[in-house]
Protein backbone atom coordinates (compact mmCIF):
# COMPACT_ATOMS: atom_id res chain seq x y z
CA UNK A 1 0.00 0.00 0.00
CA UNK A 2 1.19 3.30 -1.09
CA UNK A 3 1.50 5.89 2.33
CA UNK A 4 -0.99 7.96 2.72
CA UNK A 5 -0.16 11.92 1.23
CA UNK A 6 -0.67 15.52 2.68
CA UNK A 7 -1.43 16.75 -0.40
CA UNK A 8 -4.82 15.91 -2.45
CA UNK A 9 -4.27 15.56 -6.39
CA UNK A 10 -6.93 17.10 -8.82
CA UNK A 11 -8.96 14.91 -10.61
CA UNK A 12 -8.75 15.29 -14.75
CA UNK A 13 -12.18 15.87 -16.00
CA UNK A 14 -13.36 13.96 -18.74
CA UNK A 15 -10.82 14.95 -21.52
CA UNK A 16 -8.29 14.70 -19.06
CA UNK A 17 -7.99 18.66 -17.97
CA UNK A 18 -6.75 19.72 -14.80
CA UNK A 19 -8.30 22.71 -13.16
CA UNK A 20 -5.26 24.22 -11.76
CA UNK A 21 -6.09 27.46 -9.12
CA UNK A 22 -4.35 31.24 -9.73
CA UNK A 23 -2.08 30.21 -6.69
CA UNK A 24 -1.03 27.13 -8.00
CA UNK A 25 0.16 28.57 -11.46
CA UNK A 26 1.86 31.50 -9.40
CA UNK A 27 3.78 28.60 -7.34
CA UNK A 28 4.56 26.55 -10.92
CA UNK A 29 5.71 30.16 -12.44
CA UNK A 30 8.52 30.43 -9.10
CA UNK A 31 9.58 27.41 -9.89
CA UNK A 32 10.14 27.59 -13.47
CA UNK A 33 11.86 30.85 -13.61
CA UNK A 34 14.36 29.89 -11.10
CA UNK A 35 15.01 26.31 -12.26
CA UNK A 36 15.65 28.25 -15.57
CA UNK A 37 18.59 30.30 -13.56
CA UNK A 38 19.72 26.97 -12.15
CA UNK A 39 20.41 24.56 -15.20
CA UNK A 40 22.52 26.60 -17.12
CA UNK A 41 26.13 25.07 -17.61
CA UNK A 42 25.07 22.26 -15.64
CA UNK A 43 22.43 20.48 -16.90
CA UNK A 44 23.36 17.71 -20.07
CA UNK A 45 22.51 18.49 -24.02
CA UNK A 46 20.28 15.96 -23.86
CA UNK A 47 18.13 17.31 -20.83
CA UNK A 48 18.67 20.89 -22.63
CA UNK A 49 17.49 19.68 -26.25
CA UNK A 50 14.27 17.63 -24.33
CA UNK A 51 13.53 20.74 -22.31
CA UNK A 52 13.38 23.21 -25.37
CA UNK A 53 11.26 20.31 -27.09
CA UNK A 54 8.65 20.48 -24.30
CA UNK A 55 8.60 24.34 -24.75
CA UNK A 56 7.02 24.28 -21.36
CA UNK A 57 4.77 26.96 -20.44
CA UNK A 58 6.47 29.72 -17.68
CA UNK A 59 3.26 31.04 -16.52
CA UNK A 60 1.12 28.03 -15.84
CA UNK A 61 1.13 24.73 -14.99
CA UNK A 62 1.19 22.53 -18.36
CA UNK A 63 -2.06 20.25 -19.49
CA UNK A 64 -0.47 16.82 -19.41
CA UNK A 65 -2.22 16.40 -23.08
CA UNK A 66 0.39 19.44 -24.36
CA UNK A 67 3.28 17.11 -23.15
CA UNK A 68 1.75 13.75 -24.05
CA UNK A 69 1.89 15.11 -27.96
CA UNK A 70 5.91 15.68 -27.10
CA UNK A 71 6.67 12.49 -26.05
CA UNK A 72 4.66 10.15 -27.99
CA UNK A 73 6.32 11.97 -30.97
CA UNK A 74 9.52 11.99 -29.46
CA UNK A 75 9.79 8.51 -28.32
CA UNK A 76 6.23 6.53 -27.70
CA UNK A 77 5.69 7.96 -24.19
CA UNK A 78 2.78 9.67 -22.75
CA UNK A 79 2.18 10.79 -18.88
CA UNK A 80 -0.81 9.00 -16.51
CA UNK A 81 -2.16 11.34 -13.85
CA UNK A 82 -1.91 9.88 -10.64
CA UNK A 83 -2.93 10.62 -7.00
CA UNK A 84 -0.23 12.01 -5.10
CA UNK A 85 1.23 8.66 -3.81
CA UNK A 86 0.73 5.26 -5.48
CA UNK A 87 2.20 1.77 -4.59
CA UNK A 88 4.90 0.05 -6.69
CA UNK A 89 3.37 -2.49 -9.06
CA UNK A 90 1.41 0.52 -10.60
CA UNK A 91 4.48 2.92 -10.62
CA UNK A 92 6.22 -0.14 -12.25
CA UNK A 93 3.03 -1.17 -14.52
CA UNK A 94 2.91 2.25 -15.77
CA UNK A 95 6.66 2.57 -16.38
CA UNK A 96 6.55 -0.88 -18.54
CA UNK A 97 3.39 0.53 -20.12
CA UNK A 98 5.77 3.44 -21.56
CA UNK A 99 3.56 5.77 -19.28
CA UNK A 100 4.92 7.76 -16.56
CA UNK A 101 3.42 8.66 -13.94
CA UNK A 102 2.38 12.16 -13.03
CA UNK A 103 1.11 13.91 -9.93
CA UNK A 104 -1.78 15.92 -10.60
CA UNK A 105 -0.53 18.68 -7.07
CA UNK A 106 1.92 20.43 -6.73
CA UNK A 107 4.00 21.53 -3.54
CA UNK A 108 2.64 24.00 -1.47
CA UNK A 109 4.52 27.69 -0.66
CA UNK A 110 5.76 26.01 2.51
CA UNK A 111 7.23 23.11 0.95
CA UNK A 112 8.58 25.29 -2.00
CA UNK A 113 12.12 23.97 -1.93
CA UNK A 114 11.71 20.59 -0.99
CA UNK A 115 8.97 18.00 -0.61
CA UNK A 116 9.37 14.15 -0.33
CA UNK A 117 6.81 13.31 -2.73
CA UNK A 118 6.99 13.56 -6.02
CA UNK A 119 4.94 16.30 -7.51
CA UNK A 120 3.89 17.56 -11.15
CA UNK A 121 7.03 20.39 -10.51
CA UNK A 122 9.53 17.15 -10.22
CA UNK A 123 8.05 15.26 -12.46
CA UNK A 124 7.33 17.32 -15.50
CA UNK A 125 10.28 19.94 -15.49
CA UNK A 126 13.14 16.91 -13.77
CA UNK A 127 12.09 14.21 -15.97
CA UNK A 128 10.02 14.63 -18.63
CA UNK A 129 12.58 16.42 -20.80
CA UNK A 130 15.01 13.38 -20.62
CA UNK A 131 12.42 10.87 -21.81
CA UNK A 132 12.55 12.31 -25.18
CA UNK A 133 15.74 10.87 -25.39
CA UNK A 134 15.60 7.33 -26.72
CA UNK A 135 18.59 5.69 -24.26
CA UNK A 136 16.75 6.97 -21.59
CA UNK A 137 13.03 6.40 -22.50
CA UNK A 138 14.15 2.49 -23.06
CA UNK A 139 16.06 2.13 -19.78
CA UNK A 140 13.04 3.81 -18.11
CA UNK A 141 10.57 1.31 -19.62
CA UNK A 142 13.29 -2.08 -18.86
CA UNK A 143 13.27 -0.82 -15.41
CA UNK A 144 9.13 -1.21 -15.40
CA UNK A 145 9.33 -4.37 -16.62
CA UNK A 146 11.89 -5.47 -14.46
CA UNK A 147 10.18 -4.45 -11.67
CA UNK A 148 7.39 -5.72 -12.27
CA UNK A 149 8.25 -9.13 -12.09
CA UNK A 150 10.53 -8.78 -9.14
CA UNK A 151 10.14 -10.67 -5.82
CA UNK A 152 9.43 -7.36 -2.99
CA UNK A 153 13.20 -7.67 -1.96
CA UNK A 154 14.70 -7.67 -5.20
CA UNK A 155 12.41 -3.97 -5.80
CA UNK A 156 14.45 -2.49 -3.10
CA UNK A 157 17.93 -3.26 -5.15
CA UNK A 158 16.36 -2.35 -8.38
CA UNK A 159 15.06 0.86 -6.59
CA UNK A 160 18.76 1.89 -5.92
CA UNK A 161 19.40 1.69 -10.06
CA UNK A 162 16.58 3.92 -10.54
CA UNK A 163 17.75 6.50 -7.91
CA UNK A 164 21.20 6.83 -9.14
CA UNK A 165 20.38 6.83 -12.62
CA UNK A 166 16.74 8.58 -12.91
CA UNK A 167 16.77 10.24 -9.97
CA UNK A 168 20.64 11.29 -9.31
CA UNK A 169 22.44 10.63 -12.21
CA UNK A 170 25.46 12.59 -13.26
CA UNK A 171 27.78 12.49 -16.17
CA UNK A 172 31.66 12.65 -16.21
CA UNK A 173 33.66 12.23 -19.36
CA UNK A 174 37.36 13.72 -18.26
CA UNK A 175 36.64 17.42 -16.61
CA UNK A 176 33.14 17.63 -18.19
CA UNK A 177 30.53 17.28 -15.82
CA UNK A 178 26.39 17.11 -16.65
CA UNK A 179 23.65 16.09 -14.79
CA UNK A 180 20.70 14.05 -16.22
CA UNK A 181 19.16 13.21 -13.14
CA UNK A 182 15.38 14.67 -12.36
CA UNK A 183 15.97 14.52 -8.67
CA UNK A 184 18.70 16.81 -9.03
CA UNK A 185 17.43 18.94 -12.14
CA UNK A 186 14.06 20.20 -10.53
CA UNK A 187 16.07 21.39 -7.33
CA UNK A 188 18.40 24.47 -7.23
CA UNK A 189 20.29 23.63 -4.02
CA UNK A 190 20.77 19.57 -5.74
CA UNK A 191 21.81 21.63 -8.89
CA UNK A 192 24.36 23.31 -7.45
CA UNK A 193 25.43 20.91 -5.17
CA UNK A 194 25.78 18.08 -7.01
CA UNK A 195 27.73 19.81 -10.04
CA UNK A 196 29.66 22.32 -8.29
CA UNK A 197 30.17 20.96 -4.11
CA UNK A 198 33.42 19.37 -2.91
CA UNK A 199 31.74 17.22 -0.57
CA UNK A 200 29.78 14.20 -2.33
CA UNK A 201 32.19 11.61 -4.30
CA UNK A 202 31.13 10.98 -7.67
CA UNK A 203 32.62 7.72 -8.67
CA UNK A 204 31.89 5.72 -12.44
CA UNK A 205 29.15 4.06 -12.54
CA UNK A 206 29.36 0.53 -11.50
CA UNK A 207 25.61 -1.71 -11.57
CA UNK A 208 26.46 -4.22 -8.57
CA UNK A 209 28.22 -0.94 -6.08
CA UNK A 210 25.03 1.26 -7.18
CA UNK A 211 22.80 -1.73 -5.98
CA UNK A 212 24.43 -1.97 -3.02
CA UNK A 213 24.68 1.57 -2.15
CA UNK A 214 22.41 2.49 0.54
CA UNK A 215 20.86 6.24 0.03
CA UNK A 216 18.56 8.40 1.95
CA UNK A 217 15.83 10.54 -0.13
CA UNK A 218 15.58 13.66 2.45
CA UNK A 219 19.59 14.73 2.47
CA UNK A 220 22.24 16.11 -0.37
CA UNK A 221 23.56 13.20 -1.83
CA UNK A 222 26.64 12.08 -0.21
CA UNK A 223 27.61 10.22 -3.36
CA UNK A 224 26.64 10.12 -7.14
CA UNK A 225 27.95 7.43 -9.79
CA UNK A 226 28.68 8.78 -13.24
CA UNK A 227 27.78 7.81 -16.91
CA UNK A 228 30.26 8.65 -19.58
CA UNK A 229 26.96 9.91 -21.74
CA UNK A 230 23.86 9.42 -21.60
CA UNK A 231 23.83 6.74 -24.02
CA UNK A 232 25.57 4.13 -21.64
CA UNK A 233 21.79 3.52 -20.22
CA UNK A 234 21.35 1.17 -23.30
CA UNK A 235 24.86 -0.90 -22.18
CA UNK A 236 23.35 -1.42 -18.76
CA UNK A 237 20.22 -2.28 -20.39
CA UNK A 238 22.00 -5.15 -22.16
CA UNK A 239 23.42 -6.39 -18.79
CA UNK A 240 22.00 -9.26 -16.57
CA UNK A 241 20.48 -6.60 -14.05
CA UNK A 242 18.75 -9.57 -12.22
CA UNK A 243 21.98 -11.63 -12.14
CA UNK A 244 23.85 -7.76 -10.41
CA UNK A 245 20.69 -8.18 -8.09
CA UNK A 246 22.00 -11.30 -6.92
CA UNK A 247 25.59 -10.67 -6.65
CA UNK A 248 24.68 -7.48 -4.60
CA UNK A 249 22.51 -9.42 -2.42
CA UNK A 250 25.25 -12.29 -1.79
CA UNK A 251 28.02 -9.27 -1.20
CA UNK A 252 25.83 -7.43 1.08
CA UNK A 253 25.39 -3.49 1.49
CA UNK A 254 27.84 -1.13 1.66
CA UNK A 255 27.57 0.90 4.81
CA UNK A 256 26.06 3.80 4.79
CA UNK A 257 27.79 7.50 4.11
CA UNK A 258 25.81 9.40 6.06
CA UNK A 259 23.59 9.38 9.60
CA UNK A 260 20.37 7.56 10.07
CA UNK A 261 17.45 9.02 10.20
CA UNK A 262 16.44 9.25 13.88
CA UNK A 263 12.81 8.12 15.02
CA UNK A 264 10.21 10.65 15.84
Not at 51 to 67: G, K, M, S, T, Y
Not at 81 to 107: G, Q, Y
Amino acid sequence: MAKASRYVAHQPDAQGHVAWQPDEHSIWQRLVRRQHKAIPGKACQEYLDGLDHLNLPEDRVPQLAEIDAVLTKATGWKTAPVPALIDFSEFFRLLANRLFPVATFIRSEQELDYLQEPDIFHEIFGHCPMLTHQAFADFTQLYGELGLKASKEDRVFLARMYWFTVEFGLLQSGDNRAIYGGGILSSPGETDYAFNSEVPERLPFDLVSVLRTPYRIDIMQPVYYCLESVDQLYDIARLDIMGAVREAKRLGLFAPRFEQKQAV
